[in-house]
């Protein structure tokens, strides 16, 4: 029920013009905001992995099956405990990098950079 009523938060605040819809102007706002400028194409090509209009029953479906196979809340701490080794709560950029792009999936440089560019590590 809390996930849900995330999910309704998160949807408002794309959801830009208040009507009921996230459309491609919403996620124009929505990347614009984070400091992101994305062309149409990319944006058109993000509504198109819904199967519909993507209003907020379609939202909640879409997130259920992206987040269907993500990591626990545990998995997820124990990975940052791998590369917190000073066990200090915080990662430097550096460490955070090597540990992108040389371990698992590995990040290219580019993905990297864009990760960055949305959101900026302190340090």
């Known amino acids: 029920q809390q996930q849900i009523q995330e999910f309704k938060e998160a949807f408002t605040i794309i959801d830009q013009n208040r009507d009921g819809f996230v459309d491609a102007t919403d996620l124009k706002d929505m990347w ?3 400091g992101v400028i994305k062309d149409d194409a990319f944006l058109q090509a993000m509504l198109k992995e819904a199967t519909g209009p993507l209003n907020f029953t379609m939202f909640l479906t879409f997130m259920g099956e992206k987040l269907q196979n993500t990591d626990s809340d545990d998995m997820l701490v124990s990975a940052f ?4 080794t000073e066990n200090t709560g915080l990662i430097t950029r550096q460490v955070f ?3 992108l792009t040389q371990l698992g999936d590995r990040f290219t440089k580019e993905e990297i950079n864009q990760m960055y560019d949305v959101a900026p590590m302190k340090g």
């Not at 405990?81 to 917190?84: G, S």
């Open 97 to 99: 990098t090597n540990a």
């Open 32 to 34: 614009a905001s984070l």
């Open 81 to 84: 405990l791998t590369v917190d």
